[in-house]
């Protein structure tokens, strides 16, 4: 089965490991993405196997199976494991708690630099949507150059609409690496815009999505932690000490883990380098989705036909009469949709959540108020 | 607990027996509603009893506990007999298969009429909603006079709207009865309008909602139905002259009734009696509302505030963001609504409707599709 849906384009890359950081939740997917089934273990695409075996499968072509470190919640190591039998154990970190993205990242960083000093690593998000493989394996390829000549790459996605739910990247002059023809030094970071200043960025033509891809010699990414966060820097670079020692890991683990900052590696290393110069962008030219919400969850599976009704869920039992949007199921039940437009619907055995396409992003908001009203027996 | 809900205007009136036919599923309700759990056995008003219990408690005051008969499926006979206790064996009536109304209410009036000649009748739906019960109590007595005097004698509800859900009676001049001062001559009955008819209606100020209310003396019921269907009555004579023999009752029962002519009492007695000017309406004041459809529902659980989102089920967990309409919660799941207007989510534990107000009257189309496609276990 795997080895069907490899695209092997070439030899994995020298030196090459990649970081898959599964650890969000996915709030705005609730309440099909929960705390003990976080979007990542969700086949999302009707492709029959989740979106973190997805991501596995189109990552080994590029490092080999012995090459992609998993960094997890322990609540989550089971699911992982299951889903990627070809894991290795010294490829699994798994997280006492979450500490957001530099931590995670970082350390897994740290500790292949500790193990093989001058590692190459790429990491990538775990619930992310992918098509079109070869495009995007030699993206991955290009940003490797590019971070051999000692830049931090990310890869950025050539957008095709004016889109408010992503962050986007502003580029600028090209850059001259050998073995990456089309990086292009990266300006500047944009949070997620709103519509008018989407469609300024799309008519500008110098923008591209920003998909949370970073490509970098693991040495390269430590520094840069260090140069904004030297408290975090020092944390990271002592548990990769420790962590191959079964008798100092989990001591190591439990003193300093919990008091690592939390802080998304956007703000200790993508911005900062951006704005010193050393970091790349390689454009990507594949289709990719974060599938943020369930508006974005509609369209991917509904083939862009706005006027279809999306099922997701192996037995749905759905009777639909002049409606459009998505349903997921997870219940057994007959669900019957009678003149509803955009509309979203989530069947879960303890949860029900109905909406519209215009209000997903505010999915999350709801989960907050379930948390302060204590309702977290669904959460 | 029913002694306190009793509004006893006067001693019951003189002869006079209620007959509550409850039959309808009320399709329209579904997924609330089911075979196995029919309309009137649901509280639709936070009364926290019946549909059932509620009429049974309005038409105490008027016919006294001994004098109200039930007619309904052998299925409900459990149901209906927990919901009242006080209802005698002779005066429940079982249907072994759905004859519609005539042969329900014919049944009823040919067995009374032969315990009691002279008996007056009045048939009141067991899942209808009445508020302000004196104005309810004080028409039926109205009506029972103009009964006495002879004519099929119905109630017709005061229009506060142009609505299209109901029926509407046409009345002329004024009649003159002793004990019945606002008796009019029915002039014809009409289906249900559409908008501008219903307007028009409304504008000309000489129509009523028909609430299938009938009163009417036993013999004078049979002899309407007789003109028309003279079949069809002498199979309820002869079902009467054996219904009180234990011996005969069973064998008459599987002979005669599957065989009856299945037709609405409009069609036998209603229409043909106006025809004829042999009908007689008494206006009512009182509010009303047959509950046909979650429209309907909607607006009798929100107070009539458009903005508002009506919440029915013991134990509903809901959860609103600028949703308006009607949940109806039977189970104990989580129920998010967010920015959906109007809508209407009944959750059962089997199935879960989806819908807006707008389009509350095509549930009825889904439940005829469900028929057809098998999912027969839903409904």
């Known amino acids: 089965m795997t080895q069907k849906r490899r695209i092997t384009q070439g030899p994995?890359?020298?030196?090459?490991?990649?970081?898959?950081?599964?650890?969000?939740?996915?709030?705005?997917?609730?309440?099909?993405?929960?705390?003990?089934?976080?979007?990542?273990?969700?086949?999302?695409?009707?492709?029959?196997?989740?979106?973190?075996?997805?991501?596995?499968?189109?990552?080994?072509?590029?490092?080999?199976?012995?090459?992609?470190?998993?960094?997890?919640?322990?609540?989550?190591?089971?699911?992982?494991?299951s889903q990627l039998p070809s894991l290795t154990d010294p490829n699994v970190v798994l997280e006492s708690e979450p500490r957001d993205s530099t931590a995670a990242i970082g350390l897994a960083a740290a500790i292949l630099e500790h193990r093989e000093p001058g590692v190459i690593i790429g990491s990538f998000a775990a619930d992310h949507v992918i098509n079109n493989l070869p495009l995007f394996q030699s993206a991955v390829r290009e940003a490797a150059a590019a971070a051999r000549a000692g830049y931090i790459t990310t890869i950025g996605i050539q957008p095709t609409e004016p889109a408010v739910g992503f962050g986007y990247i502003h580029y600028g002059e090209r850059l001259e690496i050998a073995g990456a023809p089309s990086a292009l030094a990266v300006d500047s970071f944009k949070e997620k815009p709103d519509l008018a200043t989407a469609e300024g960025y799309l008519a500008n033509g110098s923008y591209l999505w920003n998909a949370s891809m970073f490509i970098s010699r693991a040495d390269k990414l430590l520094e840069e932690i260090g140069r904004n966060k030297?408290?975090?820097?020092?944390?990271?670079?002592?548990?990769?000490?420790?962590?191959?020692?079964?008798?100092?890991?989990?001591?190591?683990?439990?003193?300093?883990?919990?008091?690592?900052?939390?802080?998304?590696?956007?703000?200790?290393?993508?911005?900062?380098?951006?704005?010193?110069?050393?970091?790349?962008?390689?454009?990507?030219?594949?289709?990719?989705?974060?599938?943020?919400?369930?508006?974005?969850?509609?369209?991917?599976?509904?083939?862009?036909?706005?006027?279809?009704?999306?099922?997701?869920?192996?037995?749905?039992?759905?009777?639909?009469?002049?409606?459009?949007?998505?349903?997921?199921?997870?219940?057994?039940?007959?669900?019957?949709?009678?003149?509803?437009?955009?509309?979203?619907?989530?069947?879960?055995?303890?949860?029900?959540?109905?909406?519209?396409?215009?209000?997903?992003?505010?999915?999350?908001?709801?989960?907050?108020?379930?948390?302060?009203?204590?309702?977290?027996?669904?959460?």
């Open 12 to 81: 994995p890359i020298e030196r090459f490991y990649s970081v898959i950081p599964a650890g969000g939740i996915g709030s705005r997917l609730w309440p099909l993405s929960r705390a003990d089934a976080p979007k990542f273990l969700h086949d999302l695409t009707g492709s029959g196997q989740t979106l973190l075996r997805d991501t596995w499968d189109r990552l080994v072509p590029l490092s080999g199976e012995q090459r992609i470190m998993v960094v997890t919640g322990r609540a989550h190591r089971a699911a992982v494991e």
């Open 230 to 379: 030297p408290k975090l820097l020092s944390g990271l670079l002592e548990l990769a000490e420790a962590w191959d020692d079964p008798a100092k890991r989990g001591p190591a683990v439990d003193r300093i883990w919990p008091a690592l900052e939390k802080i998304a590696i956007d703000y200790t290393v993508a911005e900062p380098a951006a704005a010193a110069g050393r970091l790349a962008v390689i454009p990507g030219y594949f289709d990719w989705d974060d599938v943020g919400d369930f508006a974005s969850l509609a369209k991917l599976n509904s083939g862009g036909r706005k006027s279809d009704l999306a099922i997701l869920g192996e037995n749905a039992r759905v009777l639909s009469d002049s409606s459009s949007g998505i349903v997921v199921s997870q219940s057994n039940r007959v669900i019957s949709l009678i003149g509803v437009k955009d509309i979203v619907v989530v069947d879960t055995p303890d949860a029900l959540l109905v909406t519209t396409s215009e209000n997903a992003q505010r999915v999350k908001a709801v989960v907050d108020a379930l948390k302060i009203t204590g309702s977290t027996d669904v959460l």
